[in-house]
């Protein structure tokens, strides 16, 4: 497995906007060939390693203001998933169970054997998978702002006009792409510029922060890449239902936003794991690791604590 040249331009380190201050002195985009996909990561730090896993509809980006604080006790990789941002698009492989083994095989490939996890938004149920597929690899789990299909309960047809607003993609993003891409395409900044705004709560990213986010997903390529996770649900379903008859056993932290998921995390988790601590974050809405990092990132560092201190 053989790492590519350096990516550059939008997407990359290189090419992001508004990164925190010395942001790009501690970290590197690359790209990572696992033997079935090349996968874009950004690197950076000292100490065991730390893989974060994004959400939708967005990309590694959505880690910036949290990254630079664990990079001085982790070795933080964030990943673009299969089909998102700068890592290859293929048309199949959107099942959490393929998900997951690409993050194995871009870890194995950065010489991480074991390493923590913290996956949000559809980042959640692939790290949830990755745990439970790959047992041996994974320390301690960290999970925020999502369900697990086949395991969560499903929302009913029929919801308040706020939650409407901010779930209704969850069937809309599964249509093929016949409906979906054709109905997005040239109408990005209405549809995704409504789900930020809902699933922000009080709170709202700033514009240039979607507007960054908005313009990635302007590709037509990343555009069909961002609604593949959400048309392999059925294979994910069947999945998890077979994953959950074996429960997780190492230490897990479900995370919600006080306007979001809040305790609703912590308890899909408990359907799956013996061992779950909670932690709910004020004043966020879904977007956690934008709208309440120093409060993420407390969470984070004290969850972690046992990992990073053993690893001395």
Known sequence: ??????PEGPGSVSGAPNLPAGFTDTFTSRYVDT????????????????????????FWYQFRMIMPALARDFSVVAVDQRGIGLSDQPADGYDTATLASDLV????ALGHPRFALYG????MPIAY???????????????????????????????????????WHLAFNQLPGKVNEALVTGREDIFFGAEFDASAGTNKLPDHVVRYYIDTLKDPDHLRGS???YRAIPATTAQNQKRVQQRLTL?????????????GVASTMKLAADDVQTVVLTGSGHWVAEQAPEQLLAALTAFLAPYRDAAD
Do not use: C, K, Y
């Not at 497995?1 to 350096?6: D, E, G, I, L, T």
């Not at 929302?155 to 939650?163: A, N, S």
């Not at 230490?251 to 305790?263: C, M, R, W």
């Open 227 to 229: 609604f593949e996770f």
């Open 35 to 58: 033997g079935q996909v090349r996968l874009h990561a950004v690197t950076g730090g000292e100490g065991p390693p730390l893989l974060l896993v994004h959400g939708w509809p967005q």
């Open 251 to 263: 230490p897990v932290l479900a995370i919600g936003g006080s306007e979001s998921s809040g305790e």
């Open 120 to 123: 949000t938004d559809v980042g």
């Open 1 to 6: 497995m053989n790492s590519s040249p350096v």
């Open 129 to 167: 998978a990755l745990a439970a597929d790959h047992r041996d690899r994974v320390d301690r789990l960290v999970v925020s702002e999502a369900p697990l299909p086949g395991i969560s309960p499903s929302p009913p047809l029929f919801l308040p006009p706020p939650l409407n607003a901010m779930l």
């Open 105 to 108: 095989a871009l870890m194995d």
